[in-house]
């Protein structure tokens, strides 16, 4: 059991590192795979031995071999994190069917996870993503329900919030949500459903506007603001999604 933990870890810190080029490179429009990773200040070449997931940093020191320009800290942590949940998503069977179920809801919550980041430091939802993700929960629901529930989910989904920030839009000439984050509700609601797409809707709403109540109290930010909201859809998600017992007990206290 502790030899598959290990290749489990190394798998997931492999993917992390896979993750870090993305989260880098797709808000800046750079291919994801060409060119090779470099510093990017110096411009050197980081060769095979230099990216070798968490080690490498801790013998570099976090630094550029060449110019010693500091790498980023996120870079181990996320390879760490990522390595933690592939152990966390490790099937207790290794037949096929469970395998197929692992590396779909790994590249969930890998995706998730670009998208939470990303839209943190870059304030978008790239489609990329979004696509991917609306792939991959459809395999899902194929599998598991009829056709009623995720394509109900992803009308819902979709028309919902398009048409609050639309009405919106009209009444205070303000945009309020971003297409982004409209289009991953809409995907969102192809594994959630009609009442878990809602039951985030709300909650995702709910948790932003606490944050912003209280990040305004703190002076940190104005009426003005601009915030990103993906992440709050997708730490409810996430819930929704990969703990789903828990979010029940947690929504039965205003259960739609």
Known sequence: MMSLYIVFFIFGAMIGSFLNAVIYRL???INIAHPRSHCTKCKKLIYWYENIPILSYI???????KCKEP??????LVEL???????FLMPRSLD????M????YFGIFCALFCHFLIDVKHQILPDSINIYLGLSFLCISLLKNPPVFYLSGAAIGFLFPYLVTLAF???KGQQGLGGGDIKLFAVLGIILGPVGIINNIFLSCFFGALFSLVMMALGKMSRTTKLAFGPFIIIVAVFQVYFPTLFKQFSSLWSI
């Open 27 to 29: 808000p800046r429009k």
């Open 59 to 65: 013998f570099l020191r976090g630094k550029c071999s």
């Open 71 to 76: 790498y980023s800290i996120q870079y181990p």
């Open 81 to 87: 994190f990522i390595g933690l949940v592939s152990i």
């Open 96 to 99: 096929s069917m469970s395998i």
């Open 101 to 104: 179920y692992f590396f779909l």
């Open 169 to 171: 839009y009209h009444l």
